[in-house]
């Protein structure tokens, strides 16, 4: 590269940068302070870049950016009010399931609202040309949202560092717990912050419309590159996001300069997953404060209802007699489903494990038996044994780096490393199609009926929840549970916590990856949507909404969750935010899934 042509990518490095501090500035806030995963952070982004093209046409650029940030900060607000108020005291990943509604109802109201097209906002006035810098073009625009973002951390750090409001912030990122017991009114803070994180990522969307049009698509793009801002800079931390924030913009930069523009997928995932396992708290963030309260204790996993799963057996083993071909399509995802919610509530439940990137080995699984099949010409019964095979040495791989860390920091590292996976699966054309994907990937003849493969589906399906179920009860499984509720207290007696995490964590992506063999086999084809963020967080909807702290909650979870969303989606248009509303009113009715209603209403 030219010297002319580094200044101008080191410039283009700090516009892309400026551009994701904006949005991950209000996600640091919010998360520092509430620890909530706000998965509806990206949808307050999109909001904002609609709002603004809407206003835009009325009232002007200008104008439009300050009231799509206002609108956006007031809808923020109501959402922590009327939503996330009644559920801080809810496990997080319950409240992550509820954020994940949010998303979903948020996407159906833009579609309602503006179409499914994409809307192309206008240029900023004023801005539109292009300065020479080193003898080459840069555009304007670039140059004021530079400006804008560290004029933007400025102004936080002066609010954060010279106001007593922010000093109550930066208390209650510290230490929440002593912040109460001063007598300071969390709540009306919460809604305070909430509603500035949500201002700023209305801000952030605004100010992008004249570089990228808005699509329903952005929710999601815009919470992942957040999430690793934030968690790279350290929770709670201003400076550690502008920092990450900056060196991510000129990691991208520099690989589309190089010649490496396929980098660029994964490329701040990679750098999550080395600060992770280099500093796990982040650039700039802190270990959090012990809890002084007494930890929670989760009460003892009830023995499996074997009674009820063979009643269950029977009934699925019937079903091609009075089933159609459809019928049976469904079950078999349903089952599929099940085995892959299962294998997640594993490590999550007993665990003590959240995983945010679980469809990496539902994934790779898949693509191990279809590239066995298509590329090795190995018959498919092999094929689909290879399958839970490749998907646990994935995960023996990347879990050895991820049950070194605890909380939300091993589970945006386990996100890491699914996103490294899925950019190597969407960009590698001659392995894995590309994103294209791989097609003809057709079971035996001896399986070629849906009934004979819904037979077999059903066979491993079962035998896999089974043995899960009968792993959970064993020594094994007692010593794991024993290090998810007293680390401390397991070591001390002589079991080794972080070699049975890691050992769980395996076995957990070997039966991920079963399911995900059994799913291509079933479909025909696969594609790297199977690896994707939404995959992940579906599975963890799954288990969430049949109960984590319950041994059979996942399955009826699955079921349900699966049968919503074929059903919504072909009798209702705005099948989305069908599925949102049903989530949150589980969330706000049953917080403990399926299985804690069950347990109330038998209770009584």
Same mark, same amino acid.
């Given at each position: ?10 410039l ?19 998360f520092?302070?509430?620890r ?21 046409? @009325?009232?002007? /650029?200008?104008?439009?950016?300050? $009231?799509? #940030? &206002?609108?956006? %900060? +007031?809808? !923020? =607000? *109501?959402?922590e ?14 409240q ?11 996407r ?78 969390? @709540?009306?803070? /919460?809604?305070?912050?909430?509603? $500035?994180? #949500? &201002?700023?990522? %209305? +801000?952030? !969307? =605004? *100010? ?43 990691i991208?930069?520099f ?69 159609d ?33 679980h ?49 939300i ?25 590309g ?13 070629s ?28 499984g ?22 049975r ?15 995900g ?31 984590v ?56």
């Amino acid at each position: 590269m030219s010297g002319s042509a580094v200044v101008l990518q080191f410039l283009n490095g700090l516009a892309g940068g400026s551009s994701l501090f904006l949005v991950a500035a209000g996600l640091s806030l919010i998360f520092g302070v509430s620890r909530i995963v706000n998965f509806a952070h990206g949808s307050l982004y999109m909001l904002g870049m609609y709002l603004a093209v809407s206003l835009s046409g @009325r009232v002007g /650029f200008w104008l439009a950016m300050p $009231l799509a #940030a &206002a609108g956006i %900060g +007031l809808l !923020g =607000a *109501l959402l922590e009010i009327m939503l996330l108020r009644r559920i801080y005291r809810a496990p997080e990943l319950l409240q992550l399931l509820a954020t994940f509604a949010v998303v979903l109802v948020v996407r159906d109201a833009a579609l309602w609202a503006w179409g499914p097209a994409d809307l192309l906002g206008p240029r900023a006035p004023g801005f539109a040309g292009a300065t020479l810098i080193a003898g080459r073009a840069f555009p304007d625009y670039d140059l004021l949202l530079i400006a804008l973002g560290l004029l933007v951390f400025g102004a936080l750090q002066l609010l954060l560092s010279s106001t007593k409001w922010g000093v109550l912030v930066r208390a209650a990122t510290e230490d929440r717990e002593m912040l109460g017991a001063l007598g300071v009114n969390q @709540r009306l803070l /919460f809604t305070c912050v909430f509603a $500035l994180g #949500a &201002a700023l990522a %209305g +801000l952030g !969307g =605004a *100010l992008a419309i004249p570089r990228e049009p808005a699509s329903l698509g952005l929710d999601l793009a815009a919470i992942s590159d957040a999430f690793v801002v934030v968690v790279v800079g350290g929770l709670g931390s201003i400076p550690g996001a502008l920092l990450a924030a900056l060196l991510i913009g000129e990691i991208k930069a520099f690989c589309v300069g190089l010649g490496l523009s396929k980098l660029t997928l994964g490329a701040e995932f990679i750098v999550m997953a080395v600060v992770l396992m280099a500093r796990p708290s982040g650039l700039f963030g802190r270990p959090q404060a012990a809890p002084r309260a007494p930890a929670s204790s989760e009460p003892p996993l009830p023995p499996p209802p074997w009674k009820t799963a063979a009643a269950a057996l029977i009934v699925l083993a019937l079903a091609p007699l009075f089933a159609d071909d459809y019928g049976l399509v469904l079950l078999n995802d349903i089952l599929v489903f099940a085995l892959l919610a299962a294998s997640l509530h594993f490590i999550l439940g007993p665990g003590g494990m959240a995983s945010f990137g679980h469809a990496a080995y539902f994934g790779i699984g898949a693509y191990a038996a279809a590239i066995a099949v298509l590329r090795g010409a190995l018959p498919m019964e092999l094929s689909l044994a290879i399958a839970p095979a490749a998907a646990a040495l994935a995960a023996a791989l990347f879990g050895w780096f991820c049950v070194r860390l605890s909380g939300i920091y091993l589970a945006m590292l386990t996100l890491a490393f699914a996103q490294i996976a899925w950019s190597v699966t969407f960009q590698w054309d001659a392995v894995t199609g590309g994103s294209n994907g791989l097609i003809g990937v057709w079971p035996a003849s001896w399986l070629s009926s849906r009934g004979a493969y819904y037979g077999a589906t059903l066979a491993c399906c079962a035998s896999g929840i089974a043995l899960l179920w009968r792993i959970l009860h064993s020594p094994f499984g007692y010593s794991l549970r024993a290090g998810r509720d007293s680390p401390l207290r397991a070591a001390a007696i002589g079991i080794d916590v972080r070699r049975r995490q890691w050992i769980a964590f395996t076995a957990a992506g070997a039966f991920a990856g079963l399911a995900g063999g059994l799913y291509a086999f079933s479909k025909g084809s696969i594609s790297p949507e199977m690896l994707s963020v939404p995959r992940s967080v579906d599975a963890l909807a799954m288990v969430l909404l049949g109960g984590v702290q319950t041994i059979a909650g996942p399955l009826p979870g699955a079921a349900l969750f699966t049968w919503l969303g074929d059903t919504a989606s072909r009798s209702f248009e705005y099948w989305r935010a069908a599925i949102g509303a049903v989530l949150l009113l589980l969330v706000l009715v049953s917080p403990q899934g399926l299985g804690g209603l069950a347990r109330w209403r038998s209770s009584r």
